[in-house]
């Protein structure tokens, strides 16, 4: 098999509904200091809350850091109350959405069809989509977890086109059962699972598509002393980080530990 391409670590903070609005915006500009002089080989994402999106924009200008939403609703326009329309993402400038996160799964009752049709409204504007899958302890425990997650990347992706040009799509591996609690996957676990959706993918669309346009983070009590344990040229390509993104001093440890491993890994 050829060797895989290197890419810049992808690393997403999702502040989910944590923090203020102005709150976000200073937080963003903090992130943004920190990171000033930082030349490294990493891509960072700020996903907040859809409110605090316009400031943390404004934060951010003048950094390489990119704007993500945390959802986004199948069509343009229409009489859908409460949703918010991937060409509003796009004005407003996001370039990252994350879709299909467990918390939406469970207690918003999101389902793999819904998921499905977000990929691709996601996907025809223009949109980086962070897909999340991932098995509830119970699911694992009773030894499906593979199945769990195959089924979730198959239902979200049959009907969606592959990236297109420079395009990407991310899978977020995110256990359930490691998502906040302070007890990530083990390597071992993730791994197994970074391979399997590997597998899933190659039997979606080709190895060259995958190769090309596929990408994978893990998430799940991510923090700058496990990080490393998951990213790597055979392992996941970057991160999704809650807990750990929501004070600017945590995340930058956690960018700089991926930056360090990174280097090390490519050297
Ligand atoms: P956590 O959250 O890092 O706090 O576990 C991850 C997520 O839900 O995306």
Known sequence: MPRRPVST??????WKMQLGVAESAERALDLKTRLSGAKGRFQVVVCPSFLSMAGVKKALRGSTMKLGAQDVFWDERGAYTGEVSPV????????????????RRQLLGETDSMVGRKVISALGHGLTPILCVGETAHERNEGRHELVVARQIISALKTAPPPMGNGRLYIAYEPIWAIGTGEPASPEQALAMHDLIRQTLIELYSLAQVERSFRTLYGGSVTADNVNQYIGPKAYHGALVGTASLQPESFVTVIKHIDQGFTTKHL
């Open 88 to 103: 509003n993402l796009r004005e407003i400038g996001a370039e990252y959405v994350i879709i299909g996160h467990s918390e």
């Open 9 to 14: 670590p992808l690393i997403v903070a999702n």
